[in-house]
């Protein structure tokens, strides 16, 4: 697949994603993570984000020279989903080449993710394929989150 490309698929139906189509959310998390511009981590990760409408909106790390300018393949998926009127998610998944371990999001992207709601789920995967689903109140406990501040 071209960087940047189009994906010539169907839109994942309602409902978490199952079968094929999770196995899709997963092979676009795989492919992101192929987009990854880590040239001083050597650590490549990639992110897929199912929209409630059934649209899969990829994305990878992408750092910076000015190290602390990096951004990781969750926020960039995300931003990507929000920025084209998406705010509504389902699922993500998330990839990178660690061949013993889950990869898993960090509290920058918990906190990010939670802002659009508590109600979905996270695929943190191997490099094999093998995967766990972690649900976000699960990911990010006691969370603040937007309806705190209508609180006062
Ligand atoms: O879940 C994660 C963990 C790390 N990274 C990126 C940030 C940085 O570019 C590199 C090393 O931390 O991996 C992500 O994108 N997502
Ligand atoms: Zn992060």
């Known amino acids: 697949m071209e960087r940047g490309g189009q994906h010539p698929v169907p839109a994942v139906p309602p409902g978490q994603p199952q079968g094929d189509h999770l196995q899709l ?76 371990q889950f990869i898993t999001p960090c509290g920058a992207c918990r906190q990010v993710m939670r802002e659009f709601g508590t109600d979905w789920d996270v695929y943190l995967t191997k490099a094999d394929g093998t995967y766990i689903v972690k649900r976000l109140e699960e990911l990010l406990p006691l969370s603040f989150g937007p309806e705190d501040l209508k609180k006062v």
């Open 25 to 100: 959310l997963l092979r676009r998390s795989r492919e992101a993570k192929n987009c990854a511009y880590c040239p001083y981590s050597h650590f490549p990760v990639g992110a897929a984000l199912l929209t409630t409408g059934g649209e899969i909106f990829s994305g990878c790390n992408v750092e910076n020279a000015c190290y602390s300018l990096g951004m990781c393949a969750e926020r960039t998926a995300i931003q990507k989903a929000i920025s084209e009127g998406h705010t509504s998610f389902k699922a993500m998944a998330i990839a990178s080449d660690m061949g013993d």
